[in-house]
């Protein structure tokens, strides 16, 4: 780094609906940190820090738009870690990272946007790889359970000198939704990404493309799966987790055969086997109507604005939980758990980012060293200390042979 820092880390984005809530995170858990709070009014931002508490009345506040990029280049030259819940991140995002890899500020997010994530690896993969810069989108429920899941039966597996030649994930949740995800979602498709979102191999560095098989293709159908001795069916979030665990197994080496999906769990009866039919189709319906232009309209009428999600009783109640089952070539096979209580969206996301972006400030804990950088993924640019961290903060993650 070419100058000391003010800040340890910066949270850009922090009046948004996840943005507030990583301060009352920070407030709490981010003990001898220096930290601020970063966006384009500073009111604002004096007003989450004062309804944070005593635990953020030291915190610093940072004015900067996202499309000013003088100010941007300013804020992540005077911190050690940028982590941003400012979305949709093609809109807001990409001059942030820009100035990250410029001023050598790892970053973090909470962003889904595969498509946007494919553009930062493109153009700036190799300039943090050089520097030991690491950016690290989608470090929230996209796609830390999922990323860091795969991760632990990949490194059983080695452990165990036989190569992991497959897994698969299944989920169970329970939480809602806020108007910052529904926005990216729809802003996705705005864009006209559709091509790119249905690239099982979309993240993946441009040589290790390995040849499709059934098993990497999105799944449309539900089915009952032997290993999980349930119905499962389509998981609206697997377009985007499946990409980040395979750039994941394509940067640590997992092997050439290693493949990876994952689904939506509806039980072992006669009723799930319905219900997984019925919300089956109606994923596949509501995905192909939202496609027409005034679909996307009325959806954005009808769903909550940026900056509102669920009330806290309602996160409260939420939880996850990501089971996976994983086959070695030898026959081997193993199963890992990752879960959380709270709505997975927006109460774990906001452990998830946080402490990741905690990990960032501990150079010495991170895999590869200091100088280890490019456009990461969680396992890749984190791995054992995101998990150490996050198994600290009560979330369960362990892997049972």
């Given amino acids: 780094m070419k100058k000391a820092r003010t800040y340890d880390v910066v949270l850009y984005g922090a009046t948004g609906f996840v943005g507030r809530q990583t301060v009352a995170y920070f407030a709490a858990h981010a003990g001898g940190l220096r930290w601020a709070l970063a966006g384009r009014n500073y009111d604002k931002l004096a007003a989450v820090r004062a309804n944070a508490g005593p635990g ?3 915190a610093g506040i940072v004015v900067a738009d996202a499309s000013d990029g003088q100010a941007l280049a300013a804020l992540a030259g005077d911190a050690r870690v940028v982590l941003s819940t400012a979305g949709p991140f093609a809109l807001h995002g990409s001059l942030l990272v820009a100035a990250c890899v410029a001023q050598r500020t790892h970053y973090v997010d909470i962003t889904g946007e595969t498509p946007w994530v ?7 993969h190799e300039q943090a790889m050089a520097d030991g810069t690491r950016i690290i989108p989608c470090c ?6 999922s990323d860091l899941g795969a991760w632990m039966l990949a490194r059983h597996f080695q452990a165990l000198g036989e190569a992991c ?14 108007g910052g995800t529904l ?7 705005d864009s006209g990404q559709s091509r790119a979102l249905a690239d099982p191999w979309l993240l993946n560095p441009a040589l290790v493309r390995p040849p499709t098989v059934p098993l990497d293709d999105d799944p449309v159908a539900p089915h009952r799966d032997a290993d999980f001795k349930a119905w499962v069916g389509p998981f609206f979030m697997g377009p985007v987790n499946t990409r980040v665990v395979r750039r994941s197994a394509a940067l640590l080496g997992y092997g050439p055969d290693f493949h990876y999906q994952e689904y939506l769990r509806f039980g072992s009866g006669a009723l799930a086997a319905a219900t997984a039919v019925g919300v089956s189709a109606g994923m596949n319906a ?3 109507a939202l496609r027409l232009a005034p679909v996307r309209a009325l959806a954005r009428r009808l769903a909550p604005a940026p900056g509102q999600g669920p ?3 309602s996160m409260d109640r939420g939880s996850f939980r990501c089971e996976l089952v994983g086959h070695g070539a030898g026959g081997t096979v193993a199963r890992a758990k990752v879960a959380a209580a709270g709505d997975p969206g927006n109460r774990a ?4 980012v946080c402490e990741a972006a905690m990990a960032l400030t501990r150079a010495a804990d991170l895999p590869g060293g200091q100088k280890a950088g490019g456009v990461l993924t969680p396992a890749s640019g984190l791995g054992t200390a995101l998990a150490e961290r996050l198994r600290a903060a009560g979330m369960t993650m362990a892997v049972q042979a």
Wanted: glycine fraction near 8%.
């Fill in 56 to 58: 953020a009345s030291d």
């Fill in 118 to 124: 494919r553009g930062l690896i493109d153009r700036h």
């Fill in 140 to 145: 929230g429920f996209d796609s830390v359970p």
């Fill in 165 to 178: 030649v497959e897994v698969k994930a299944c989920f169970s949740l329970r939480g809602g939704f806020n």
């Fill in 183 to 189: 926005a990216s979602a729809l802003n996705m498709l």
């Fill in 286 to 288: 509501s995905q192909a």
């Fill in 311 to 313: 009330s806290e009783a």
């Fill in 349 to 352: 996301t906001t452990v998830m």
